[in-house]
């Protein structure tokens, strides 16, 4: 089990890495499409035409979550390279317990416990 702890802190990462690149397209260029199917119950239909650049700009902030965690994968050092990925899991995870409270309670589900996952197989490495 011991040898199995780097492969999931990975994976896990990894995971949670696909989810806001995932997340970056979505808001940065099928806002008005996939984001209307996403966020249909948070969101009314008419705000997804002028909230289009708000949301890109969103977007971009995940993307640099997952550049962050993709940029782990390439580190070297393994000290530095928990580090970097316990950073970037950490902000993850707060923006994922922010959304939670301040928009849905699924956004806990789907970006913070995931990142919780990750952070606990990578401390474990």
Known sequence: MENMIPLLAKTFTGIVAIEHLFILWM??????????KV???????ELF?????????????????AEGLIWS????????????????????IVAGLYGAISASKKIFFTQALPAIIAL??????
């Open 39 to 45: 966020f249909k119950q948070v969101l009314p239909e």
């Open 73 to 92: 994968f390439f580190i070297s050092d393994l000290v530095w390279q928990k580090n970097v990925a316990c950073f970037f899991l950490i902000c993850v």
């Open 27 to 36: 808001e940065m260029f099928a806002w008005e499409t996939t984001g209307k």
């Open 120 to 125: 606990i197989f990578v401390a474990l490495t």
């Open 49 to 65: 035409k002028p909230t289009k650049g708000l949301a890109a700009n969103q977007g971009l902030y995940n993307g640099f979550l």
